[in-house]
């Protein structure tokens, strides 16, 4: 069973930077995949990125990319998410979610049968 556990949310001022941290349980084999993703009040959740967690190789959401880094540490079973440059419209809370399959839908958040309990990140102007 794979478990998950965000931290790292907080408040900042528009510009500023966080780092969300997911800590990860249960990957067996190699093709496992960790993604990220976020929902704001009173909108659908939406896909912020993702990684193949054996490989290293990202994918990122056109809102975020350039401004939000997606790494891992395969020996502490740890994905961070490094934003920056942050404003008001990446409020939400965040969720980290884990599949253990490949998809050939980007970013498909049904794709994903494991998720954390999520990080709320709330930037003010």
């Known amino acids: 069973q794979v478990q998950l556990m965000e931290s790292g949310g907080g408040s900042v001022q528009a510009g500023g930077s966080l780092r969300l941290s997911c800590v990860v349980s249960g990957f067996t084999g190699t093709d496992n995949y960790l993604g990220w993703f976020r929902q704001a009040p009173g909108k659908e959740r939406e896909w912020v990125a993702d990684?193949?967690?054996?490989?290293?190789?990202?994918g990122y959401a056109a809102s975020v990319k350039g401004r939000f880094t997606l790494s891992r540490d395969k020996a502490v079973n740890t994905a961070y998410l490094q934003l920056n440059s942050l404003n008001v419209e990446d409020t939400g809370i965040y969720y980290c979610a884990a599949r253990t399959r490949p998809s050939r839908r980007l970013g498909a958040a049904s794709d994903y049968p494991y998720w954390g309990q999520g990080t709320q990140v709330t930037v003010s102007s």
């Open positions: 990684i193949h967690f054996s490989s290293g190789g990202t």
